[in-house]
């Protein structure tokens, strides 16, 4: 065979020899890969093959009419040919978010192997990066684009079709409409605990008010007598103080609980609001977002104030 390996589109020359002497000529068989070649039987040693491609690739052998249990042994024919059906995937498929991350793969189907990838966007001669692979980390709208792949051997180059990279960005409007939701349900809770603190305070004044300035239309005797006027005076009269006692333990009438600060409830939900946002959006939104709940808490904290 000559030669062995062959670029696509040049041609090849194969040649079936014998130490027998044939009388008559008898007739050549040629096989590839084991099998006949359909329309190969001659009656020449030559067998051509023209403008080869690589489907002209494999073994071949020849054997005489007739005695084709010995055939020759077998040479291999290799058609190399440049890079073809270059294609681009992306990963992952769908739609492409602000922040995460984006990697490029380029295909092609060469002999011998591609030995360099190169990537391009559209309309810029410079190369963007190189490798099989391209990765874009914390891709953001600058990334935006159409990009392509080239490979190339010692055959030829061929580039892929342009892949278009849309990224889309964050969606604030949820986050931060469901932020401000539950910050305004705070503030609404923080101002009706202090309004209704100040009417209880209110109330609560008005009645010892009324407890030191009797109606002056009563029995005089009846207004200064302290029965009269409240049930402590019975609980007061019938304490006793015990010797071993605190006295004014004795004297305790309630004791009241410290109250929970209006104004910690909403810089508690912030603090909700943040964490929870915090799992559904990546660190750099996040970032941000912990800032403005940060203003909001410290906002709502001066107005209690």
Same mark, same amino acid.
């Given at each position: 065979?000559?030669?062995?390996?062959?670029?696509?589109?040049?041609?090849?020359?194969?040649?079936?020899?014998?130490?027998?002497?044939?009388?008559?000529?008898?007739?050549?068989?040629? /096989?590839?890969?084991?099998?006949?070649?359909?329309?190969?039987?001659?009656?020449?040693?030559?067998?051509?093959?023209?403008?080869?491609?690589?489907?002209?690739?494999?073994?071949?052998?020849?054997?005489?009419?007739?005695?084709?249990?010995?055939?020759?042994?077998?040479?291999?024919?290799?058609?190399? /040919?440049?890079?073809?059906?270059?294609?681009?995937?992306?990963?992952?498929?769908?739609?492409?978010?602000?922040?995460?991350?984006?990697?490029?793969?380029?295909?092609?189907?060469?002999?011998?192997?591609?030995?360099?990838?190169?990537?391009?966007?559209?309309?810029?001669?410079?190369?963007?990066?190189?490798?099989?692979?391209?990765?874009?980390?914390?891709?953001?709208?600058?990334?935006?684009?159409?990009?392509?792949?080239?490979?190339?051997?010692?055959?030829?180059?061929?580039?892929?079709?342009?892949?278009?990279?849309?990224?889309?960005?964050?969606?604030?409007?949820?986050?931060?409409?469901?932020?401000?939701?539950?910050?305004?349900?705070?503030?609404?809770?923080?101002?009706?605990?202090?309004?209704?603190?100040?009417?209880?305070?209110?109330?609560?004044?008005?009645?010892?008010?009324?407890?030191?300035?009797?109606?002056?239309?009563?029995?005089?005797?009846?207004?200064?007598?302290?029965?009269?006027?409240?049930?402590?005076?019975?609980?007061?009269?019938?304490?006793?103080?015990?010797?071993?006692?605190?006295?004014?333990?004795?004297?305790?009438?309630?004791?009241?609980?410290?109250?929970?600060?209006?104004?910690?409830?909403?810089?508690?939900?912030?603090?909700?609001?943040?964490?929870?946002?915090?799992?559904?959006?990546?660190?750099?939104?996040?970032?941000?977002?912990?800032?403005?709940?940060?203003?909001?808490?410290?906002?709502?904290?001066?107005?209690?104030?």
């Amino acid at each position: 065979m000559d030669p062995t390996s062959v670029s696509e589109s040049e041609n090849v020359t194969l040649t079936c020899r014998t130490k027998c002497t044939l009388d008559p000529i008898k007739a050549i068989i040629w /096989y590839k890969n084991g099998q006949p070649v359909p329309n190969s039987k001659t009656y020449s040693s030559v067998y051509s093959l023209f403008s080869v491609s690589s489907e002209d690739t494999g073994r071949y052998s020849c054997a005489v009419e007739g005695r084709e249990d010995l055939p020759s042994p077998e040479e291999t024919l290799t058609v190399t /040919y440049g890079p073809r059906n270059t294609s681009v995937s992306v990963s992952p498929s769908g739609e492409i978010v602000e922040g995460s991350s984006v990697t490029l793969t380029c295909f092609s189907d060469a002999n011998p192997p591609v030995d360099k990838y190169t990537w391009y966007t559209k309309n810029v001669t410079s190369p963007k990066a190189s490798g099989q692979s391209y990765s874009i980390t914390n891709i953001s709208s600058e990334d935006r684009g159409e990009y392509y792949c080239e490979a190339s051997n010692i055959n030829g180059i061929e580039t892929s079709i342009l892949v278009h990279i849309n990224v889309m960005l964050f969606p604030w409007v949820p986050v931060v409409g469901v932020g401000a939701v539950l910050t305004a349900g705070a503030l609404l809770l923080t101002i009706y605990c202090s309004l209704k603190r100040r009417s209880t305070g209110g109330s609560d004044a008005t009645t010892d008010t009324q407890s030191v300035h009797p109606d002056p239309n009563w029995d005089t005797y009846t207004g200064l007598n302290m029965k009269t006027r409240s049930p402590d005076y019975d609980t007061l009269a019938s304490v006793r103080p015990d010797p071993n006692s605190d006295m004014c333990t004795s004297l305790k009438k309630n004791t009241r609980l410290p109250e929970l600060h209006p104004g910690s409830v909403c810089v508690c939900v912030c603090v909700f609001v943040c964490v929870c946002v915090r799992a559904c959006v990546r660190v750099f939104v996040t970032k941000h977002f912990m800032k403005w709940c940060i203003k909001c808490s410290f906002s709502v904290s001066l107005f209690r104030m």
